[in-house]
């Protein structure tokens, strides 16, 4: 019996820094970003609240997430950097981002719900929102997303983190687009009506996002397969290879985002070579599935017991 391993996910637990940590790299511009949008969520917070706007409040509330999604990829990239010293963390502290993205779904679903039953209890009432303040709020927010997305563009290539945290504020881009679109509205017509419909339309945007978002989160905590990798096609692939006679106790998971864990036992036959055998298994999975974290057990042919483990 013999077993192999490789891995591209980063370093084994206290063993240091993974090499060229691309996430690393940027950490002043999610740093940067952080600041910048933490510092205009309490901005129109408070503007939403005394202008009376449902938009800003909605959107404000998206921001929330926005800067739980950007402390989470900026600790990732310390975390991930920092060996650990007890020993007992054997993969790192990766899923800290996971952690981190539950909560901000939590942030986004409450802050979704409650716009939603504001916007209904309103209906009808006779309300007055500031479209002044309101407006100079959704072009400040503009402003700060348009920053925060210049400084993060170029480690979007690179970084899972850093794409995530992108993606937030290109979408908080867009709802400050809509409460810049609302208080123009509203200033051209003098209805508030326009208030509750962008803030409306922000509010199921963010709930749908949180959905899709909790899902994502929900699949890597129950250890599903990653996505787009089919367990069927990857034990076809690793029984294909020449010398193996069965596939058994293949599990596939993911850690954190992009990173996808493999292990596997494979029985071959009297005479084959292991290292053969190994070398090949984490080449299927790399460059097939995109797997490059891969532990392989080799087996004889006739070893009894190992494949009734059941799970």
Same mark, same amino acid.
């Given at each position: 019996?013999?077993?192999?391993?490789?891995?591209?996910? *980063?370093?084994?637990?206290?063993?240091?820094? #993974? /090499?060229?940590?691309? @996430?690393?790299?940027?950490?002043?511009?999610?740093?940067? $970003?952080?600041?910048?949008?933490?510092?205009?969520?309490?901005?129109?917070?408070?503007? *939403?609240?005394?202008?009376?706007?449902?938009?800003?409040?909605?959107? $404000?509330?998206?921001?929330?997430?926005?800067?739980?999604?950007?402390? /989470?990829?900026?600790? $990732?990239? &310390?975390?991930?950097?920092? #060996?650990?010293?007890?020993?007992?963390?054997?993969?790192?502290?990766?899923?800290?981002?996971?952690?981190?993205?539950?909560?901000?779904?939590?942030?986004?679903?409450?802050?979704?719900?409650?716009?939603?039953?504001?916007?209904?209890?309103?209906?009808?009432?006779? %309300?007055?929102?500031?479209?002044?303040?309101?407006?100079?709020?959704?072009?400040?927010?503009?402003?700060?997303?348009?920053?925060?997305?210049? !400084?993060?563009? %170029?480690? =979007?290539?690179?970084?899972?983190?850093?794409?995530? /945290?992108?993606?937030?504020?290109?979408?908080?881009?867009?709802? =400050?687009?809509?409460?810049?679109?609302?208080?123009?509205?509203?200033? !051209?017509?003098?209805?508030?009506?326009?208030? !509750?419909?962008?803030?409306?339309? &922000?509010?199921?945007?963010?709930?749908?996002?949180?959905?899709?978002?909790?899902?994502?989160?929900?699949?890597?905590?129950?250890?599903?397969?990653?996505?787009?990798?089919?367990?069927?096609?990857?034990?076809?692939?690793?029984? =294909?290879?020449? *010398?193996?006679?069965?596939?058994?106790?293949?599990?596939?998971?993911?850690?954190?985002? @992009?990173?996808?864990?493999?292990?596997?036992?494979?029985?071959?036959?009297?005479?084959?070579?292991?290292?053969?055998?190994?070398?090949? %298994?984490?080449?299927?999975?790399?460059?097939?599935?995109?797997?490059?974290?891969?532990?392989?057990?080799?087996?004889?042919?006739?070893?009894? @017991?190992?494949?009734? !483990?059941?799970?």
């Amino acid at each position: 019996m013999g077993a192999g391993h490789a891995h591209g996910l *980063g370093h084994a637990a206290g063993h240091g820094a #993974p /090499a060229g940590h691309a @996430g690393a790299r940027h950490r002043w511009r999610l740093a940067a $970003a952080f600041v910048l949008t933490a510092a205009f969520f309490g901005v129109e917070l408070t503007a *939403g609240l005394l202008s009376g706007s449902l938009a800003l409040l909605s959107d $404000a509330g998206h921001m929330a997430a926005d800067v739980v999604a950007l402390g /989470a990829a900026l600790a $990732a990239t &310390i975390i991930a950097t920092r #060996p650990d010293p007890s020993g007992r963390r054997t993969y790192g502290s990766y899923r800290v981002e996971i952690f981190a993205s539950g909560l901000a779904v939590l942030i986004m679903l409450g802050a979704g719900v409650y716009v939603l039953v504001e916007a209904f209890n309103r209906l009808g009432a006779d %309300s007055t929102v500031a479209s002044g303040p309101m407006l100079l709020v959704g072009a400040l927010g503009l402003l700060v997303n348009v920053i925060s997305l210049v !400084l993060l563009r %170029s480690g =979007s290539t690179e970084s899972l983190a850093v794409r995530g /945290a992108y993606l937030e504020v290109l979408a908080d881009a867009l709802g =400050s687009v809509g409460v810049i679109v609302a208080a123009v509205l509203m200033q !051209l017509t003098g209805s508030p009506l326009w208030d !509750l419909v962008v803030a409306v339309a &922000i509010a199921v945007f963010v709930v749908v996002r949180a959905v899709m978002l909790g899902r994502q989160v929900f699949a890597v905590l129950a250890q599903h397969a990653p996505a787009g990798v089919d367990p069927v096609e990857v034990g076809a692939g690793l029984a =294909s290879i020449r *010398g193996v006679r069965d596939v058994h106790d293949l599990h596939l998971w993911t850690l954190t985002s @992009g990173m996808d864990v493999a292990t596997a036992h494979l029985v071959i036959a009297d005479g084959v070579e292991h290292d053969d055998v190994l070398a090949e %298994s984490h080449r299927v999975l790399s460059e097939d599935h995109g797997i490059d974290h891969v532990t392989m057990q080799v087996e004889t042919d006739g070893r009894v @017991g190992c494949a009734e !483990l059941g799970w």
